[in-house]
């Protein structure tokens, strides 16, 4: 994962989650709900989480609860890996949400049927983009 830079007159980059780290949660969520193990292809592993930082890069309007909508389409509809690609574009999309300040609070059953929606093509980005935000607030900053 990769920290926000600090760069001045650029967009404030915020946290992302790299390909590595891709295969990680990917390993991670195996280890706990069961499935086969391995990549269908490396070429869409590598483009799911390229495509949320490239849109940050160069859309106006981008925001994080868009770039988590494409980092679990990415996965989710890439479906890079052999099985598992459900469970690990929401892991992913949900773990770049609260990296960037934003707690996920819809019910697990919710979440599946979203990520499912979004699996079979009856919601698209911009539609799953839309039930996050319902489903996600922005974290309360400590004072302190």
Do not use: C
Not at 39 to 63: C, N
């Amino acid at each position: 994962m990769t920290r926000p830079s600090g760069r001045r007159g650029k967009k404030k980059e915020p946290s992302s989650i790299e390909e590595l780290d891709a295969l990680t949660i990917h390993d991670r969520v195996l280890g706990f709900h069961g499935g086969m193990k391995g990549t269908r292809d490396q070429g869409l592993l590598e483009s799911a989480p390229a495509r949320p930082r490239q849109y940050h890069s160069y859309s106006k309007s981008a925001d994080i609860i868009e770039m988590a909508a494409l980092y679990t389409s990415g996965i989710v509809r890439n479906d890079p890996f052999l099985d598992g690609n459900k469970r690990t574009g929401f892991v992913i999309g949900i773990l770049f949400l609260e990296l960037n300040g934003f707690d996920f609070i819809a019910s697990e059953e919710d979440a599946a049927l979203a990520v499912l929606a979004l699996a079979a093509g009856t919601v698209d980005e911009a539609g799953y983009a839309a039930w996050l935000r319902e489903n996600s607030r922005r974290q309360k900053r400590s004072q302190g």
